[in-house]
């Protein structure tokens, strides 16, 4: 039987047609039917937890936005703080600088002096 319905697709087609129009086989199949399908009430209750996932995972990533944007404000701070204490720094070897040069340059002057005379002077 199942051989003969595997060749001839048209009569499992007929045979289909039969069994629909009798009622009780009629339901059964409806409701076997049914149960794969989805219903509009599946489809809402699917499309409100999908909605909530996205609005959860949309919260999660806006927080930690936040949150980087605060570290990088952070960030900001500390780089100009660090920028002063570079400033501040480079005036320091600057004067450091300068007073050295004040203070050796007449004591070359004074041994280049010296050094002169006893070249100079036989």
Do not use: C, H, W
Request: charged share 30%; proline share 3%.
């Amino acid at each position: 039987m199942v051989a003969l319905f595997e060749k001839d697709p048209s009569a499992l087609k007929k045979l289909a047609e039969l069994l629909v129009t009798v009622p009780d086989i009629r339901l059964a199949i409806v409701e076997g039917v049914m149960r794969e399908v989805a219903t509009k009430r599946d489809l809402e209750a699917l499309r409100k937890e999908l909605q909530e996932y996205i609005d959860k995972r949309i919260a999660e990533v806006r927080s930690e936005i936040a949150e980087i944007r605060s570290e990088l404000g952070r960030l900001g701070d500390r780089a100009a703080r660090l920028e002063a204490r570079v400033a501040r720094l480079e005036g320091q070897v600057s004067l450091l600088i300068k007073i050295f040069i004040a203070f050796n340059v007449p004591i070359l002057i004074g041994i280049i002096g010296i050094l002169l005379k006893m070249v100079l002077a036989p």
